[in-house]
């Protein structure tokens, strides 16, 4: 479907990160019964897996990072109540995510980092 030359962006939940390794780790029955999970959860490649998988489909890899970096369980509730605010609490609340993204920067990204992104691109076909 991608035409050669185009991009694909891809994110994946990344299992390196402690609570999605929890997540992944516990029965999933037990998971969706409780709300702790309230959609259906797949399997996910960690970013060694994720460019090997890429790159053995042919694709070109421009960049790989890790994102999402502030903490999913004290984010999700917060931003429900903060749902139910003003507008200007949700761009005083989105303000405050976003400064979780710093983290990006650190060599331990790939353990803060809610998802794995990469950036590939498909070939151009040679002439």
């Given at each position: 479907?991608?035409?050669?030359?185009?991009?694909?962006?891809?994110?994946?939940?990344n299992?390196?990160?402690?609570?999605?390794?929890m997540?992944?780790?516990?029965?999933k029955s037990?998971?969706y019964?409780?709300?702790?999970?309230?959609?259906h959860?797949r399997e996910?490649?960690?970013?060694p897996?994720?460019?090997?998988?890429?790159?053995?489909l042919?694709?070109?890899?421009?960049?790989?990072?890790?994102i999402?970096?502030?903490?999913?369980?004290?984010a999700?509730?917060?931003s429900?109540l903060?749902?139910?605010?003003?507008?200007?609490?949700?761009?005083?609340?989105?303000?405050?995510?976003?400064?979780?993204?710093?983290?990006?920067?650190?060599?331990?990204?790939?353990?803060?980092?809610?998802?794995?992104?990469?950036?590939?691109?498909?070939?151009?076909?040679?002439?």
């Amino acid at each position: 479907v991608l035409r050669p030359g185009g991009a694909l962006v891809l994110t994946l939940d990344n299992p390196a990160n402690p609570a999605v390794g929890m997540r992944n780790a516990l029965p999933k029955s037990a998971l969706y019964r409780t709300g702790l999970v309230p959609y259906h959860v797949r399997e996910t490649l960690d970013e060694p897996e994720l460019l090997r998988e890429l790159s053995g489909l042919g694709f070109e890899i421009e960049s790989v990072t890790h994102i999402l970096h502030c903490p999913r369980l004290l984010a999700v509730p917060m931003s429900r109540l903060v749902a139910h605010l003003p507008e200007a609490w949700h761009k005083a609340w989105l303000s405050i995510l976003f400064s979780w993204e710093w983290l990006e920067k650190l060599p331990t990204a790939r353990w803060s980092g809610h998802f794995v992104a990469a950036l590939a691109r498909k070939p151009a076909p040679r002439q």
